[in-house]
């Protein structure tokens, strides 16, 4: 069985942290790359076309699209595919919890659900301090992740981390333990 990690949280809590963290725990975590279709940061992300995307559409290859920051990201089947070969598990970034329901839905593999959660203080503060131009959106967004959040209270999570508190070693230790728990090679 594939198996996945899904970081969900606001901006800034700690999602590229963590997949860092994890990436050096064990080779077999990768860093899923979305598609993006926009402008703006590069790094993190394949950057695509609108024609990319309708074609991606086209073919139904398409399992969560969303809109921020001027910008359309985009988790494909052939990146999931690509990410998984060999064995690879993907660490996927969502901030919306409608893309945790499609992929968990559309993608078949075993996903690990983890929430990554900061204070409001924490993003505005860790934003600028990794680049952001544009911290009040990033700030704007905090806000509607906490109204999805409170939106779905029967959300399932293995793990919920609070980075304020908890270190990115022991939080990528904590999803690494899940991980090998449900690993049908454990």
């Known amino acids: 069985m594939r198996q996945g990690i899904l970081l969900y949280g606001a901006p800034a809590a700690g999602k590229d942290t963590i997949t860092a963290a994890l990436t050096e725990l064990d080779a077999q975590y990768v860093p899923f790359t979305r598609l993006k279709i926009g402008t703006g940061k590069t790094q993190g992300y394949r950057m695509g076309t609108p024609e990319q995307l309708a074609a991606l559409e086209g073919r139904g290859d398409v399992i969560y699209r969303n809109e921020r920051y001027g910008n359309i990201y985009v988790v494909d089947r052939p990146g999931l595919d690509q990410a998984m070969e060999g064995g690879g598990v993907p660490v996927v970034h969502l901030g919306q919890m409608v893309g945790m329901e499609q992929v968990t839905a559309l993608y078949p593999a075993h996903w690990v659900r983890v929430l990554l959660w900061c204070s409001?203080?924490?993003?505005?503060?860790?934003?600028?301090?990794?680049?952001?131009?544009?911290?009040?959106?990033?700030?704007?967004?905090?806000?509607?992740?906490?109204?999805?959040?409170?939106?779905?209270?029967?959300?399932?999570?293995?793990?919920?981390?609070?980075?304020?508190?908890?270190?990115?070693?022991?939080?990528?230790?904590?999803?690494?333990?899940?991980v090998r728990a449900s690993s049908p090679r454990s």
Do not use: C, F, Y
């Not at 109204?147 to 508190?165: G, I, S, Y």
């Open 120 to 178: 409001k203080e924490t993003t505005a503060r860790r934003s600028p301090q990794r680049g952001d131009t544009d911290t009040t959106a990033r700030l704007d967004a905090w806000n509607a992740t906490q109204d999805d959040l409170a939106a779905h209270p029967r959300a399932q999570w293995e793990l919920r981390v609070d980075t304020d508190t908890t270190a990115p070693r022991e939080a990528a230790e904590k999803i690494d333990a899940i």
